[in-house]
Structures are given as structure tokens and as C-alpha cells.
């Protein structure tokens, strides 16, 4: 197929192309078509055991609804909103800050500070659980929803960092030099000079630290407890249990919860990847 | 005299500047993940329930982590994932490949290829937990179909780990073709078309030419997925928190089970696990420091 551009091909191939891309699409998102089409069944269906076939009752606003009444998930969508939203906000900034020191001056720690962050942004989450479980009982935060907040935002400080520090690097450095040699306050080159060039990578960091935090299932079951601070994710393990084998309304609260990452990506799809792939294209 | 003196004070200034600028970053990664790998390595020699005194018993967790059956099946686990969680390299770039045309409606093609990899790993779990029901899953209908009686996947030792791994593959795939498609964005025409005058053509094009420019989407997809594998935890929490019987247990979900679950709070011996898990992947991260700071002289 590559590199040869398909319009170069015999005029039977690019008709078998057209078709066969959306036939192996339709096969590799077969997992999300089954599981909403699940999401819109009666409990009939169910029952009999109508799982993959075509449903007798379409029952889509009802199931998600019935989700919402007879469950806690309109609490647990919100507790990921109140902690994805701030730990954007702290996990970038403080990366902005941090990438910017470690691009712009040359001292000698700037490596070896650089490298301790990306390290620690690779590290297995199980070398952490103990110590920060324990330090977020002793200090009140546990089962709260500040409490995964500032976890989240440090953590996510690594990558953030990583990834703010290659771009500032790649800025042409002459604008900080002259203004320097203007007399500007080092505070202000990064407020007035820097920070405004530095906004899509602002922009492909939210989306990418969204994303992460959203899904995170680790620090969800290890930092709270109750109801009271879970987000959705960990909602819709608990969800599964008290369901048992209403799939419908599982997989209902399942879709729930990847709308807003999935929003996310659509509306910033271009920023999204071009935060995944840096680094891969240098 | 003056003028040597305020450029002394801007020189100390600027000597300060990236102190004070990395100060807030520092001090939160510091305490949330920095210090908790020394701590953990301290716990690993205790004997602690997370609520009383931690005792010290030395090395004695480890001594019986070395006897504990139950760590021998999630290393192997562990190594299974590492193995044929690299399926999703090859696997990112064929689809990467394939989709790499300009066809009609191709930007929508590529950006619902990749829709698995932003779905939560839970939900992910959920759906193929469904499907691997031999009552109920399209598993079960498969079979049917030909007139077999259905296996149950996960509810077999010997073939959870493959379903769960598999399961797993289908975002990780995504991810590397995402990662492939940018790097097929920037090989060079030239290049393509001196390979062609030499002959060049299709695997060996792909051999000489393709790939070698490939090589920083490839690296970059080797991370990723060496760590995902070493890190996979929602997924066998999910569909079977280890079981059956311990048979799908990996080193990340062993140690949460030994230290936070109902088989009882022993902090220090999961800690011993964490300390064993954070040494494996630190092999991995020194190589992949080391690739980086060698690109750091060079560039």
C-alpha cells in the first residue's frame, strides 16, 4: 500500500480501498458498536438473552436516565469534573514555570533536574501507593476530592514538565536574549514574551492531562473510599456490582463516562495528537 | 562603578531566576513522588498494617516474596504483557500503513482508528468482560455458530492472560498507529522517490527507506507500550482482579491486592513487591534516558 498514493493504483484497487476502509473500521470499533448498542436495550433483551442481536425496544433516553436516578453517577461525574478541571490548571502551570527554567538557563543541575522529571513521570504507580496513601490519611485528605487533586497535579508535573521544556527549547531564544539586553525583568520575559508563545502547547497539554486524569482507575480506588469523592470510573466499577447483569444500564453509565474525553479529542483533535507525538517527529 | 554593580545584581538574578521558577514544581513532585520512592523502599524492610507501629524485620519480606508462589505467576504475567504487548508496535504500524492514503473522508477513518486509546481502560475492561462471557459474549455466539461449546476465557488459567492482554492490545494499537501516522507525516519525498529509482519497492522499500526515518515514532511506541505493559492494572482489575486463582496476577495488581485489599493490609510485604517492580522499570527508563540525553549532545 505505502508509499505508493493510492490514486496511482489500477482503478479496481482504489474501489477495493474505499471499500475495505470502512468495512475494517466497522470490525475494529466493534467493541464500542456492541457496547452501545447494549446501552440502548430494554432489560428484556437481557433477559432472553438478545445481547448482540437487533434490540426489540429502543430505550435510549430511558436507560440514561435510569442511570442517573437510580444510581450515584450524576455524583461521581461531577467528583471527575472537580478533579480533572483544577489539576489541569495546577499541573500545567507549574510545568510552565519549571519548563521554562530549565530551557531558557544554563546551569549545571538543569539536565540532571530535567531527567529526574521524566523519570519520575515513568515511574510504576505501586512504589507510590503506600506513602501517598498514608500521607494524604495523616493530613485529612484522604477520601476527598483535593486530596487526588494535588496527587494528580504533582504527578502529572513530570510529564507536563518533559513536554513544556522541549518546546520552550525549540523557541528562538534570540527573543529572550534581547530582551535582556533591554532591561527586562526575568519574571516579565516569561510573562509578556514567552507565556503567549508557548499557547498551543498550553492547549495540547490540557487536552492530554484531561484525558489522563479522567481515566486514571489506579489512584481513584487506592485515594477514596465512600461516595462522596468518587469519580466516574471508579463509579462505574461500583456501578457494575450493583447492577449485576443489567448490562444495559452499564454499559449506559460506561458511555457516560467516555463522553467528555471523547468531546475533548474531537473538539482538539489536532492539539491532542500533536501532544501525544512530540518528540516522535523531531 | 555603578553600572559594574548592576550588572553583578543582574548577573545574581539571573543566577536565581530558575530556582525560583522551578521551586513550586519541585517541591510538589518532591513530596508526591520523589520521597514516596525512598519511603517505600524503607517500608519494604517493615512488617506494618498501615494503622499500628511498623516493625522492623529487615530483609524478611523479601525472603518470602522469594517462597511466595503467587509472585513467580505475575512475574511471568509480567513478562507475557512485556512480550506480546509488542504485538501493538508492528500491529500500530500496519494499521498505520494502511491508513496512510488520502482518500476521501480520511482524517475522520484515522481519528476513529484511534477513539479506542481515549476510552477509559475500565470501560475498555468492561466491554471485553462481556464479550469473553460464554453465555452471553460474542465469544459465545462465534462459537455457537460453528457448533462448539465456548471456552471460558476468563475464566480459564491458562488462557486469561492471553484474553486480557488481547483486550489491552486493541487501545495500545491505536496509540502506535496514532504515533506512526505523525512520523509517516514527515518522511521525506525525496527519499521515496531515490529509493524508487534504485528499485526500491514495496517490503523493501518499507526495510530501507520507510523505516529507518521511522525510527523516532518506533522508539517512541517502544516506551510507551514497555510501559503500559509494566504498569497494565485497571485491566485485570476489572475483568478479573487476578483470578481465577491467582492466575492472571501481574506484579502491579499482586502488590495492591497484598497491601490494600481484603486479603489483608500488609504494607510492608506489598511494599517489597512495589521495590522489586520500580527496579525492572527503572532498566528500562535509564535506557530510555540514556537514548535521550545522547540526543540532548548531539542536538
Known amino acids: 500500500m505505502f508509499p505508493t498514493p493510492i490514486e496511482k493504483r489500477s482503478h479496481n484497487r482504489q474501489i477495493l480501498y474505499k471499500v475495505f476502509v470502512p468495512i475494517a473500521l466497522l470490525i475494529w470499533l466493534l467493541p464500542l458498536i456492541a457496547i452501545f448498542l447494549t446501552s440502548i436495550r430494554s432489560a428484556a433483551d437481557i433477559n ?6 437487533w434490540p426489540n425496544e429502543f430505550q435510549m433516553v430511558q436507560n440514561y436516565i435510569d442511570v442517573f ?3 450515584q453517577a450524576s455524583i461521581y461525574f461531577l467528583n471527575s469534573i472537580k478533579i480533572t478541571v483544577p489539576t489541569v490548571i495546577i499541573s500545567v502551570a507549574l510545568a510552565c514555570l519549571a519548563g521554562y527554567a530549565l530551557a531558557i538557563y544554563r546551569f549545571r543541575a538543569a539536565l540532571p533536574l530535567f531527567f529526574i522529571f521524566v523519570a519520575g513521570n515513568f515511574v510504576p504507580f505501586q512504589i507510590l501507593m503506600v506513602p501517598v496513601r498514608d500521607l494524604s490519611v495523616k493530613t485529612g485528605l484522604y477520601d476527598t476530592v483535593t486530596g487526588l487533586v494535588l496527587f494528580h497535579a504533582a504527578f502529572q508535573t513530570g510529564f507536563c514538565t518533559l513536554f513544556m521544556r522541549n518546546f520552550i527549547k525549540a523557541l528562538p531564544f534570540d527573543l529572550v536574549e534581547s530582551a535582556r539586553i533591554e532591561g527586562v525583568d526575568e519574571f516579565k520575559i516569561f510573562w509578556f514574551v514567552v507565556l503567549p508563545l508557548v499557547r498551543p502547547a498550553v492547549a495540547a497539554l490540557s487536552v492530554l492531562i484531561f484525558t489522563f486524569v479522567w481515566n486514571d482507575f489506579f489512584w481513584a480506588t487506592v485515594l477514596t473510599q465512600g461516595e462522596a469523592s468518587k469519580p466516574i470510573t471508579a463509579g462505574v466499577r461500583a456501578l457494575n456490582g450493583q447492577f449485576v447483569s443489567q448490562w444495559h444500564l452499564v454499559s449506559a453509565a460506561s458511555l457516560m463516562a467516555a463522553v467528555p474525553p471523547v468531546a475533548m479529542f474531537f473538539l482538539m483533535q489536532r492539539h491532542f495528537i500533536a501532544g501525544l507525538t512530540l518528540g516522535a517527529v523531531k | 562603578m555603578s553600572s559594574t554593580k548592576a550588572a553583578s545584581q543582574r548577573a545574581s538574578r539571573q543566577r536565581m531566576a530558575p530556582w525560583i521558577f522551578l521551586a513550586p514544581a519541585m517541591i510538589f513532585f518532591t513530596i508526591y513522588v520523589i520521597a514516596p520512592i525512598f519511603q517505600s523502599m524503607l517500608y519494604s524492610f517493615y512488617a506494618w498494617d498501615g494503622i499500628g507501629v511498623p516493625e522492623w524485620i529487615g530483609v524478611a519480606n523479601y525472603g518470602e516474596l522469594i517462597e511466595d508462589e503467587r509472585f513467580y505467576i505475575s512475574l511471568k504475567n509480567n513478562l507475557l504483557w ?12 500496519f494499521v498505520a500503513l494502511f491508513l496512510n492514503q488520502n482518500i476521501w473522508g480520511m482524517r475522520f477513518y484515522k481519528s476513529m482508528f484511534f477513539f479506542p486509546f481515549v476510552i477509559s481502560q475500565v470501560v475498555v475492561g468492561l466491554i471485553f468482560t462481556w464479550f469473553y462471557n460464554p453465555n452471553y459474549g460474542i465469544i459465545g455466539e462465534i462459537w455457537q455458530f460453528f ?6 476465557i ?5 488462557l486469561v492472560t492471553y484474553g486480557i492482554i488481547a483486550a489491552g492490545l486493541w487501545p495500545q494499537i491505536a496509540y502506535c498507529m496514532i504515533l506512526y501516522l505523525t512520523g509517516l507525516n514527515n518522511v521525506s519525498a525525496d527519499q521515496i522517490e531515490a529509493g524508487r529509482l534504485d528499485g526500491a519497492r514495496g517490503w523493501r522499500m518499507l526495510r530501507y527507506v520507510i523505516l529507518p526515518q ?4 518506533t522508539f517512541l511506541a517502544v516506551v510507551v507500550t514497555v510501559i503500559g505493559a509494566l504498569r497494565s492494572f485497571d485491566m485485570i482489575a476489572i475483568m478479573t482482579q487476578g483470578g481465577p486463582w491467582g492466575s492472571s496476577n501481574v506484579l502491579s495488581y499482586f502488590m495492591y491486592e497484598t497491601a490494600l485489599s481484603e486479603y489483608g493490609f500488609r504494607m510492608g510485604y506489598g511494599s517489597s513487591i512495589a521495590v522489586i517492580l520500580f527496579f525492572i522499570m527503572l532498566f528500562f527508563i535509564s535506557y530510555f534516558l540514556w537514548v535521550m540525553y545522547q540526543d540532548e549532545r548531539r542536538g
Do not use: C, K
Open chain 1, 69 to 71: 436516578r437510580n444510581s
Open chain 2, 82 to 93: 512485556l512480550i506480546l504487548y509488542m504485538l501493538a508496535v508492528p500491529a500500530g504500524l
Open chain 1, 48 to 53: 432472553t438473552g438478545n445481547v448482540f442481536g
Open chain 2, 154 to 158: 476468563l475464566g480459564d488459567e491458562n
Open chain 2, 214 to 217: 521511522l525510527w523516532p515514532a
Open chain 2, 147 to 152: 457448533g462448539a461449546t465456548p471456552p471460558s
